[in-house]
């Protein structure tokens, strides 16, 4: 894909929608089904119904493992797609012990499981999205994190009308004109996770093999860009492709916007909303990609 940042200038927004519920006194506990994937594979992304449910009544088994890091930080506010990544010092070499050392709790029922990209690294995520405004609590070996789960921030990008269309809770809250990938570069289908958000960024075509002096070659500054994938998809502004937006696809895979709608995007988004894009020629965005755990 394009658009792979060489550097850039961050500066991270607050959402407008941020806030934080008071914890339930009764959590729901959550474990989930083992699903193996070798460190060199794909994940493989548990079905609906893969855990269960019931009350906290025990602690976390005797964790196999130093303590490890949590991707969600202590009293952070993500979205509803948001996975927990658990990465271990050392590779796990018994997998299923390691995983009755890790407890996930939640305020609303949250049937999941986990599933493993390497040997030190195993997510875990609900078979559907978060309920929206969840309070949950993870435990593994000697580390925690409680954290909340945010408004349901999900966005639809239909490349036959070329829309994005955003909802809060269901409710339409925005819908901006866009354009897609070109052929030879369509964008992906499939769920993607909001990642980091940049007022400005350097995109450079070299990052993925194609020189700047190609002609489909680039090097350019973006401003307000949203990062939907780790292979270098974004939303950003593009007032260079106004005219198009809306009607034509002429990017190299990114959602191309105005300049105000890419502020307003990066704004009011937050790690780990879902943007769903359906309807284009460009096949479907890879499980392994980092932030496609949803496909």
């Known amino acids: 894909?394009?658009?792979?940042?060489?550097?850039?200038?961050?500066?991270?927004?607050?959402?407008?929608?941020?806030?934080?519920?008071?914890?339930?006194?009764?959590?729901?506990?959550?474990?989930?089904?083992?699903?193996?994937?070798?460190?060199q594979a794909q994940p493989v992304l548990p079905g609906i119904g893969t855990g269960s449910t019931q009350p906290t009544v025990d602690q976390p088994a005797q964790a196999p493992f130093a303590p490890p890091n949590i991707n969600i930080a202590d009293g952070e506010t993500v979205g509803v797609a948001q996975p927990i990544i658990i990465t271990f010092k050392e590779p796990v070499e018994d997998r299923a012990a390691a995983e009755k050392a890790i407890k996930v709790t939640s305020s609303t029922n949250a049937p999941g499981g986990f599933y493993w990209t390497s040997s030190k690294q195993v997510r875990w995520k609900p078979a559907e999205f978060w309920p929206a405004n969840t309070d949950v609590n993870v435990v593994a070996g000697g580390t925690t994190s409680s954290f909340h789960i945010?408004?349901?921030?999900?966005?639809?990008?239909?490349?036959?009308?070329?829309?994005?269309?955003?909802?809060?809770?269901?409710?339409?809250?925005?819908?901006?004109?866009?354009?897609?990938?070109?052929?030879?570069?369509?964008?992906?289908?499939?769920?993607?996770?909001?990642?980091?958000?940049?007022?400005?960024?350097?995109m450079d075509s070299s990052t993925y093999g194609v020189p700047v002096t190609d002609p489909e070659g680039y090097k350019l500054e973006v401003e307000y860009a949203t990062r939907l994938s780790n292979s270098g998809i974004?939303?950003?502004?593009?007032?260079?492709?106004?005219?198009?937006?809306?009607?034509?696809?002429?990017?190299?895979?990114?959602?191309?916007?105005?300049?105000?709608?890419?502020?307003?995007?990066?704004?009011?988004?937050?790690?780990g909303d879902a943007v769903i894009v359906s309807n284009t020629e460009g096949g479907t965005l890879s499980a392994g990609d980092g932030l496609g755990d949803w496909n």
């Open 1 to 39: 894909m394009d658009e792979i940042p060489m550097h850039f200038q961050a500066h991270t927004r607050q959402s407008r929608w941020l806030r934080r519920g008071l914890l339930l006194s009764a959590a729901i506990a959550v474990s989930g089904a083992l699903v193996g994937v070798s460190a």
């Open 150 to 202: 945010g408004d349901a921030v999900v966005s639809y990008v239909d490349d036959d009308t070329k829309t994005i269309t955003v909802t809060v809770n269901g409710e339409v809250v925005k819908e901006m004109p866009t354009s897609l990938g070109k052929p030879g570069y369509e964008t992906p289908n499939g769920t993607y996770i909001v990642g980091e958000r940049l007022e400005k960024m350097t």
């Open 234 to 271: 974004f939303v950003h502004a593009a007032p260079w492709s106004v005219g198009q937006q809306g009607y034509s696809n002429a990017s190299h895979g990114c959602l191309n916007v105005s300049t105000e709608n890419a502020k307003w995007f990066l704004e009011n988004s937050r790690r």
